[in-house]
C-alpha cells in the first residue's frame, strides 16, 4: 500500500533553469564580489574573483558528485574569503550566502500544475516529502516554497546542504522515511534524474518515476517504474499501482 509520495524540488516542482545555470552562478559570483566589496574588503578584479571561485567551486563540485557528501555554498564562501585574507562574521557569511543565492531564486518558477497535484494527493491522505540535493541552505528554499504556496503541503522536507549528503546516498532517503514514518516499499518517489531520483530510491525497495526531462543523461542500467512529463500524470499511475496492490 502506498502511504508517502517524495519529490525532487528543482525541475519537477520548480523550475529553477529557466536561464542557463553558468549564468546563473556567475551572477551569484558577481554579487558576492560586490557585497564583499561594500564591506570594504580588498579583493581582486571582478574577472579574477571569477576565476578563482569557478575552479574553486568545480573542484568541490567534482568531489561531491563522487562522494555524495554535499558541498556547501557556506563553507566554500568562507573558504574564499579566508584565501583573499577577509575576515567574516557568521552574521556576514549569511549574507554572502543570500547574495549568491538571489539570481537564481529571481528566476525561479512553478510547473502549472504542481499545486493541483499536490491538493489532490494531499486529499487522498498521503503523506508528501521532499528532498533536493542542493548547496544552498535549506531556510532559503523554504522562503521559495513558501513564496509559490505550496510549503504547507509537505509533512518533511529534507535538504541535502542541512543533512551533509547528497542522492542518491541512501541515508538521506531513509532520514526522510523515518521521518514520514513510512517503509520504502510504502513510498514514491518523483523526480527528473535518473541516478539521483529513480536508481537511488529503488535501491532501498521504493518506487522510481522518473519526470521526463530530454536533455538529462540516461543510465541504461536503471529503469523507471513509472514516467511521466507532467505531473498530473501521476495521479492515474498511483491509481493503478494502488489498484494492484489491493487486487
Not at 528543482?10 to 558576492?32: C, I, K, M, Y
Not at 585574507?85 to 549569511?94: A, C, N, P, R
Not at 528566476?107 to 500544475?113: L, W
Request: proline content about 5%.
Amino acid at each position: 500500500m502506498i502511504k508517502a509520495v517524495l519529490f525532487d524540488m528543482g525541475s519537477t516542482l520548480l523550475e529553477f533553469e529557466n536561464h542557463p545555470w553558468e549564468e546563473l552562478l556567475r551572477q551569484g559570483v558577481d554579487a558576492v564580489h560586490d557585497e564583499l566589496g561594500a564591506r570594504g574588503a580588498v579583493l581582486p578584479a571582478r574577472q579574477e574573483f571569477q576565476r578563482q571561485f569557478q575552479e574553486t567551486y568545480a573542484a568541490s563540485w567534482k568531489q561531491s558528485e563522487e562522494s555524495f557528501l554535499e558541498m556547501e555554498i557556506r563553507v566554500l564562501l568562507t573558504g574564499m574569503a579566508r584565501l583573499l585574507g577577509v575576515s567574516l562574521l557568521e552574521e556576514d557569511v549569511g549574507y554572502l550566502v543570500r547574495a549568491h543565492y538571489k539570481p537564481i531564486s529571481a528566476q525561479v518558477t512553478i510547473y502549472a500544475d504542481t499545486v493541483d497535484t499536490l491538493t489532490h494527493l494531499q486529499a487522498r491522505g498521503l503523506k508528501l516529502g521532499l528532498i533536493s540535493n542542493t548547496v544552498w541552505p535549506g531556510y532559503l528554499h523554504h522562503e521559495d516554497l513558501q513564496r509559490f504556496g505550496i510549503f504547507h503541503f509537505f509533512d518533511h522536507l529534507l535538504f541535502s546542504s542541512d543533512i551533509g549528503v547528497r542522492k542518491p546516498h541512501p541515508r538521506i532517503f531513509q532520514t526522510a522515511l523515518t521521518a514520514l514514518g513510512v517503509a520504502p516499499t510504502e513510498a514514491v518517489f518523483v523526480g527528473d534524474r535518473f541516478r539521483e531520483d529513480v536508481g537511488g530510491p529503488q535501491d532501498l525497495g521504493m518506487l522510481g518515476v522518473w519526470k521526463e526531462r530530454p536533455e538529462r543523461e540516461r543510465d541504461p542500467h536503471i529503469v523507471p517504474d513509472g514516467q511521466i512529463l507532467q505531473l498530473l500524470e501521476l495521479l492515474p499511475l498511483l491509481d493503478r499501482w494502488m489498484e494492484r496492490n489491493v487486487a
